[in-house]
Structure formats: structure tokens, C-alpha cells
């Protein structure tokens, strides 16, 4: 989706600030809807690219506005819904509907720590073949999937070369709209700068972006 | 979509506020979306949390487990080791950049958003500067979680377009023919900057060069100085 959250490129955003001595969590609330997320996909009714995904569907403008939490906050609410872990009502009220029964949590502070300290890897050991190899050109598509991808604009229809094949991964595009991780290699490609952003980016600069093999042509 | 969606966000927090009806005449004289933006988070999330533990979906003991170890175990100074490390030890600065996530889990590191790591090595030629376009992607295990800049519009729109001018807005002037390499980071890698050895430090044990390592230079928007200078960052 050709969103705002696409935003490599733009310009005039504002000067970069830097907080010194920051915390992690400004406010409790944040840290809480942290946890609350992963707690929740322990359920297993969503992933990671599905999250993704709804934090994208903020409207424009407010996904601007709203502080990094908030988008969190408002995207999270929409996948407990859609998910149907939690009603519409629910939410609305602020209680259980009548004669819901109560669950047992699926992730309990042992499993909350082995999550951490393991995570959940998005590679794939299964044999796929690589379309592309080390050293070749290739050349970004240029897709414009209405719904989510990782690739981001300022690379499609850009010529780059394969600079190291980093193995099999799940595929975003579809695992975001649980339709299969249809698993697929991963590659750094290189582009130069200026191949980017014309003459005036710096002759030798480049910028490296992980793309799968679905987003990729011969060049 | 939209619509909807703004309807039912707007809904939600005021029912989580518990203010159903209330302030309603102000509310209504204010352009919808405004609403979208939680008043009072605080309330909003507390509601929700509470809600949640009543259907039994969460574990209160694991969210504060969670939000503990976010706070208090992972951050930058994990990384710093792994840096000084490879300082000290070529034999490690080598597995380092061969295979990092398991380079970076002999020293006990590893997890969520860790799970395949990359290290890029910083040269008097090369310089590379990490950030994520699409959204915060950030390697949790040795950085902890991003600081807001990070996650920022200004950055992310920037880093890619004009890396040396973000750089010269975090002090750092890099002569024109240093290649400067922006890792964009897209997929499921995450990448951590391996930093220059600053000069005069050869008397340093490794727990004094760890120190010295900030989270900047292993982002990649500043250099390890050779005495640490402000605060944590």
C-alpha cells in the first residue's frame, strides 16, 4: 500500500530530535501496550506482518499526528476486533459480554521470558531455490499492491545488485493477510545512491535494502 | 475504511474513558478525527488491560515481565560488550561478521527482534548508518527498544535520501570520500554497526572500551569517541 508509513524519500519532515537520557516507556500506558501485544499474539490469531499491516491502515493524517504508541494503541484495538478475541461491544463497554467464558492466559511470565530470549524467527528452514545469486543485477519491480508489502517506493524500477542472499524467509505481502508465508529468499541489495536520487547524491554512497525474491526482476 | 474506522476508534476511547455522553456538545463542535487521538491514554489502555485480564487472554505477571525486562535488561550496553568484544578479540570480530547472531549469542544475547542479526563494519572508507523507512525495526536483544527519534518521521524519511545531512544534524561531518551505506532495514535482519576503535585507547581494558560505546555509534549516526562524553545515549 503506497501509505504514508512509506516515507523513505520524503522531505521537509522536520529536524531530527534527539532526547537526551530518554527513557524506554515515557508513560506507563506505553509500556503496557507493549506488553499487552505480545501477550495477545501469543493466541496465535495473528503474526507480525498482520500488525504491521494495521498500523498502516491509520489514516494519513492521524498516523502523522499520533505519537509512535498511540498508532500502537488505535492499531491494536482494530486486530483484537478483527481477530474476534474481543468484540466491538466489548471494547465499547469496557466489560465481558454476558455469559463469556473465561480463558486461560496463553502466555504466562515463562513463556513471556523464553519469548524473549528466543523470539520467533521469521526464517524458514525448507529447501526453496534462490532466483538470484551474489554479485547479479536485478532490477525492484514496480508493484503497487494495495495492501501490504516491504517494499518500499523509492526502490521500485530501481536497477541495484545482489550483495548477499540471506536465506529463506516468510513473505510479507501475503502472511500480512494470512493467506500463506509462501517462504522465499531474502537478499541485500545495493543501490547506488545516485541510481536512487540522481546527481546529487554522493558518487559512491549506496543504500542497502532487504528485499524477497517476489519483489525482484533480472535487470 | 475510513470512516468506520474513525467512528469506531473514536467510540472506543471515549467508551474506555468511561465518558459516554460526557463533555458530548464540546466534542461535537470538533472535526471527527481529532478524536482519534487519545485524550487521556492512560485510562483508554488501563480500561483495556482490564478488560483483557477479565476474559482471561493476558497474564498481568507476564505484562509486568515483559515491561520489566524492556526497561531494565536489554539496551544498548549488551551491544557495547559485543563491540569491545570484537575490539579486543579478532578471532570474535570475525565470527562477529561471518554468522553475528550466533557471534552475539556467545556473550548470552539474543531473542525477539535478534533472531538474525547482521554486523556492518565501520572504516576510515566506510561508514554505514542503519534505519527502518517503514517503520522501527531495531535490534531489540543488543539496543533494546528505539528511542522516539528513531522511530520518527524526520529520520525515517531522511536517512535514505540524505544521510549526510542527518549525520551533520547529530554532529557527525564525514569527508566526501567516505562511502557512506544506509541499511535500509526492510525484511527480518537487524543490523547493528560495528563501530571504529577510537585512537588512544590501546591501554583500555575491554570493560573500559564497552563503556565508551554509545547506542548512537552503534546506530550508526555518531563515532566512539576516545573519553565518553554526555550521557547515555
Known sequence: MNGVHDMGGMQDMGPIQEEKNEPVFHERWEGRVFALRRATAAWGRWNIDVTRHEVELVPPADYLRMSYYERQFAAFLETLVKSGLVTHAEIESGTPAQGASKAVPALTVEKATALIAKGAPASRNVSVAPRFQTGQRVRARNMNPTGHTRLPRYVRAKVGVIERDHGVFVFPDTNAHLLGEKPQHVYAVRFAARELWGEQAAPHDAVYVDLWDDYLERA | ?233
Not at chain 2, 27 to 55: C, F, G, I, M, Y
Not at chain 2, 103 to 129: D, F
Not at chain 2, 169 to 174: R, Y
Open chain 2, 1 to 233: 475504511m475510513s470512516t468506520t474506522r474513525r467512528d469506531f476508534m473514536a467510540a472506543a476511547g471515549a467508551a474506555a474513558m468511561g465518558m459516554q455522553g460526557a463533555g458530548g456538545a464540546q466534542e461535537q463542535d470538533h472535526d471527527h478525527s481529532h478524536q482519534v487521538v487519545p485524550s487521556d491514554p492512560t485510562l483508554r489502555v488501563k480500561a483495556l488491560e482490564s478488560l483483557l485480564v477479565e476474559k482471561g487472554l493476558v497474564d498481568p505477571a507476564a505484562l509486568d515481565a515483559l515491561v520489566d525486562a524492556y526497561e531494565h535488561k536489554l539496551g544498548p550496553r549488551n551491544g557495547a560488550r559485543v563491540i569491545a568484544r570484537a575490539w579486543v578479540d579478532p578471532a570474535y570480530k570475525k565470527r562477529l561478521l561471518a554468522d553475528a547472531t550466533a557471534a552475539i549469542a556467545e556473550l548470552g544475547y539474543g531473542g525477539q527482534q535478534g533472531e538474525n542479526m547482521l554486523v556492518v563494519e565501520n572504516t576510515p572508507k566506510v561508514h554505514n548508518l542503519v534505519v527502518c523507512t517503514l517503520c522501527s525495526c531495531y535490534p531489540w536483544p543488543v539496543l533494546g527498544l528505539p528511542p522516539v527519534w528513531y522511530k520518527s518521521a524526520p529520520y525515517r524519511s531522511r536517512a535514505v535520501i540524505d544521510p549526510r545531512g542527518v549525520l551533520r544534524e547529530f554532529g557527525l561531518e564525514l569527508p566526501q570520500e567516505t562511502e557512506v551505506r544506509v541499511w535500509d532495514s526492510t525484511a527480518e535482519l537487524r543490523y547493528l554497526v560495528l563501530p571504529e576503535r577510537p585512537a588512544g585507547t590501546g591501554q583500555l581494558s575491554e570493560e573500559q572500551l564497552a563503556a565508551l560505546v554509545t547506542r548512537d555509534a552503534m546506530i550508526g549516526v555518531a563515532k566512539v569517541m576516545p573519553s565518553q562524553k554526555g550521557g547515555s545515549a
